[in-house]
């Protein structure tokens, strides 16, 4: 196993920006500590994710924070394993490839013209104080939020989001869904074939896009302002919020707001 740990110089919320090419980033707000932690860790004790963390770097001015892993070289693979879903992470690949035969995360057998190596998973793990934001980018890794956190901004290629809450997120990703508990007051989400699900939406503003996935919005009392909700194919259902002014449209999809 290879591992990094990352600590914040000075106490209180920060500003994160986490830069992670591939893997999956896994985040808890918590009262009970004032100082950020982040953890980078791979199974791998030698290879191009053990060399993709241990040439990791941080830098802080302030109470702002980065820690940017380097992209791993040449063609691979990941794979991560969440519950009974299997997410595999692919660089550029050149010619085809067919017939791969994979266990635990190694390529076993394979077909085809594309020479691909495979890697165990990156995984960052984050403790941020009360009040702190984040920023993640990345080619394909996924993150989850425990916790309510200030402002949040997610960039991903084919990445999922899950967040139990924030006040302000900013999410776009080509192939993941953007989920979250809670969201209090500006949202912008985008996906080409990912859902957007926000379970208590209690905002201001927001502007939520997908091509071929679903919108489902359920607004609280406190909800006002503009909310628009826009896919090509997918269904597009707004719950609740009197006072919002919802513009919402799908051209074959299903659209109900009540």
Partial sequence: MTN??????STGPVVLGLDLPMGSVHVQVLSSITTTRVVLRTVDSSGPAADAVNGARSNQDGQTLAVEVPKIPGDVMMQNVRGNRVTQSVGTVYGSVTGVTIVNGRIITGGGTGVMDTVSPIEA??????GSSLAVVSQSASARVHGAIERMEFRSISGDLEIDGARHLSASTTSGDVIVGSLSDRLTARSVSGDITVDLYSGSDADLNTTSGDVDVRATAQAAGALRANTVSGDVRVSGGRALRVSAHSVSGRVRTS
């Fill in 4 to 9: 990094r740990h990352f600590v914040s110089q």
């Fill in 125 to 130: 793990i984050v403790s941020l104080p009360v």
